[in-house]
């Protein structure tokens, strides 16, 4: 039996165009998948547009809109995290399933949106806040339900890819990129979201809750931004067989080895990682990632991480799966709704406090930049400090000098945890011989 299901679009920027086009297009196909008519009733804009069917009711009252008898999906694309909330949340007390794309308010707001939609058995679906088209929450919540996940880590914010991207393929500095960036569109008025790495930190957050069942815990992600990679650190790190690229990872900890806690790593920083990496050539925009998971092993996802395709097709297929919920014949049942999958993959009651890691807990590999007097003894002291904090060196790499009676030395080590390597980079800092700051970036094999 056909049902007609009735959606409100609040938000007619890009991704709410996006949808509204993707609707009209593949409206046959819709049908055909879903066996329900489905119908955009109402949208929520500041200004009327001319080019909307007529038949479609236009409203600056998002309010109104959310508790409208007239709806049955929200579809938020408005962003923010003051009037979003509201506004969902307004929706869900309604009675309205609600699908968003706005990571930042489901980052720092999940927790309390999620908890209030289980009250009121509605779903609220959000496949498009983290990686665009990728649909990376379906596989994380449902296709790797039986896996358990060690680790993941991912390029999830493309702009910080372009960056990275066109400073090693073209030799270009981070500033002129990232200008060409913003004239593309690509990065924002102010990027600071980008390049800092938040927005790759609301995105991990999310995925990290669904990978390990955990609460949603923004603000401990450790979040370092990629404005301080030079030309100098990227052609250094090709010259040793790797690739800086900005990454967000989530890894379990079991606390074995020296020093090791047990906890969970969530970490957003530029990342040393091997050139034959699958990673490695995710290059552009595009956003990818990978995960580790037990009996699975690792598989990749990669694609379009923004853009209004990109974003509406992940917004759809959300709408998608509530729009079955809403045509089957247990639509009435409200103790399930229908089916359904927990907001964050685990049964609500199940989630664990297992602890986030300080910055000071975390282990991994270190690329160092050192610069120093071209002196005797002095590659002899690095080291000795080094192996004295119990830190193990990979490989070395002195460069000839860049300036008169100064070289820069390059040392890569195998994982160590941050506290020991705090330590060393201290005590080498004190060092008569060292000229300037030393330069640190983190190092994964992802292995």
């Not at 929520?44 to 479609?56: A, L, Q, S």
């Not at 509201?86 to 929706?91: C, D, F, L, P, S």
């Not at 904090?389 to 070395?396: R, V, W």
Request: aromatic share 4%; with cysteine; charged share 20%.
């Amino acid at each position: 039996m056909s049902h007609s299901i009735k959606l409100a679009i609040l938000g007619l920027g890009t991704v709410g165009t996006g949808v509204i086009n993707l609707i009209n297009d593949n409206l046959d196909e819709l049908k055909r998948r879903s066996g329900q008519d489905i119908t955009i009733t109402e949208v929520g804009t500041r200004r009327h547009r001319d080019d909307i069917d007529p038949n479609i009711m236009q409203s600056s009252d998002l309010m109104a809109i959310a508790a409208s008898d007239n709806v049955d999906i929200v579809i938020e694309v408005i962003g923010g995290t003051t009037l979003a909330r509201e506004v969902i949340m307004h929706a869900i007390k309604n009675g309205k399933h609600v699908v968003t794309a706005n990571k930042a308010l489901l980052a720092e707001h999940g927790n309390e949106i999620f908890a209030f939609a289980e009250e009121h058995h509605v779903h609220v679906a959000y496949e498009a806040a983290v990686a665009g088209g990728i649909p990376i929450i379906k596989v994380m919540r449902e296709a790797l339900a039986a896996n358990k996940v060690e680790w993941l880590a991912g390029i999830i914010n493309g702009t910080g890819n372009f960056i990275m991207t066109e400073m090693r393929d073209k030799g270009r500095p981070f500033a002129d990129v990232l200008s060409e960036a913003q004239a593309l569109g690509y990065a924002e008025a102010d990027p600071t979201f980008d390049v800092e790495g938040i927005d790759a930190a609301h995105k991990l957050a999310l995925l990290a809750s669904i990978a390990f069942g955990i609460p949603l815990q923004f603000d401990k992600v450790y979040c370092e931004g990629i404005t301080g990679i030079t030309l100098q650190d990227v052609n250094y790190a090709e010259e040793l067989g790797y690739r800086i690229k900005h990454l967000g990872f989530a890894v379990r900890r079991d606390g074995t080895g020296d020093d090791a806690a047990t906890g969970i790593e969530l970490r957003v920083h530029p990342t040393l990682i091997p050139q034959d990496a699958l990673l490695a050539n995710v290059n552009g925009v595009k956003n990818a990632v990978l995960v580790n998971s037990h009996p699975l092993g690792q598989t990749l996802y990669c694609g379009d991480g923004a853009g209004a395709g990109a974003t509406a097709s992940a917004v759809m297929a959300d709408v998608m799966d509530l729009v079955r919920v809403l045509g089957s014949k247990d639509a009435d049942d409200t103790s399930n709704n229908g089916h359904h999958v927990p907001h964050l993959a685990f049964i609500p009651e199940q989630l664990s406090d297992t602890p986030i890691l300080r910055a000071e807990q975390m282990t991994t590999g270190y690329y160092l930049r050192v610069h120093a007097y071209d002196s005797p003894g002095v590659l002899a002291d690095i080291t000795r400090i080094l192996s004295d904090a119990g830190i193990n060196i990979d490989a070395i790499l002195q460069k000839p000098a860049h300036k008169v009676g100064q070289v820069p030395v390059i040392i890569l080590t195998l994982p160590v945890v941050e506290r020991r390597m705090n330590l060393a980079i201290e005590k080498i800092e004190k060092l008569d011989t060292i000229t300037d700051k030393v330069v640190r970036i983190r190092l994964d094999e992802l292995a």
